[in-house]
């Protein structure tokens, strides 16, 4: 049983560019959770995730960042003009259902903007 | 808002116990975690304890928790070498599944 699988693994853009991180969620997941640590920092919660679904996107920034989950294929965090702040590992994680107490990992991808 | 802190860093010997505290201000935690994160890996879910228990074993790992002080504390018998790591302490409400992590307590094994 495949884990949480995220690609790429390592992303480097210039600023302005556009970055696309995607997350295959475990087989049986419907619920993906997306997060960003930023250096010497904790994980914090960006967006959850249904099929076709965003249920709670309370810590997406307003502008040039969005995420899909669509009924085929992967989770996709999308930021547009990419800005040297944004240089941080993105990890994605999957659950069975909002209720889980669980919730698996992947092994996350590490943005760099120059 | 929820907020969730540990200390920073921890330094044992090989061989003793070492102890990782965190604090969390949600009243309505249910789920609390604590992970482990090797350089440059994902985490990886030590264990866990729900809001209406005091302790749990898991081998190496005993979890207290302390419910009217808000307090978690991860024990780890017999440390090792390999468990040098950052490890996170995490805490989320019932049925939302959200997380919120503390800042991470770097722990550092030494022969």
């Known amino acids: 049983n495949a884990g949480v699988m995220q690609n790429p693994r390592h992303l480097v853009r210039r600023r302005g560019q556009e970055a696309r991180l995607r997350c295959s969620p475990m087989?049986?997941?419907?619920?993906v959770y997306w997060y960003r640590q930023l250096p010497e920092e904790g994980l914090k919660f960006m967006v959850y995730?249904?099929?076709?679904?965003?249920?709670?996107e309370s810590g997406m920034p307003k502008e040039r960042f969005s995420a899909e989950f669509p009924k085929e294929g992967p989770s996709i965090l999308r930021i547009q003009q990419v800005v040297r702040g944004d240089s941080a590992a993105y990890f994605c994680a999957s659950s069975r259902s909002p209720e889980a107490y669980e919730q698996y990992f992947g092994p996350g991808t590490r943005l760099t903007v120059t | 808002g929820e907020d969730v802190e540990q200390s920073l860093f921890l330094s044992v010997r090989e061989g003793d116990s070492s102890v990782i505290n965190c604090t969390y201000t949600?009243?309505?935690?249910?789920?609390l975690y604590w992970y482990k994160q090797e350089p440059g890996a994902g985490l990886q879910l030590l264990t866990y304890i729900f809001s209406n228990m005091d302790m749990k074993q898991d081998q190496r790992l005993t979890v207290l928790l302390n419910k009217k002080d808000k307090h978690l504390s991860l024990r780890i018998a017999d440390t090792q070498t390999g468990d040098s790591a950052i490890y996170f302490c995490a805490e989320s409400p019932t049925a939302t599944g959200k997380s919120t992590f503390g800042d991470g307590t770097t722990l550092t094994v030494k022969p």
């Open positions: 995730l249904q099929k076709e679904n965003i249920i709670d």
């Open positions: 949600d009243s309505s935690s249910t789920y």
């Open positions: 087989k049986g997941h419907s619920h």
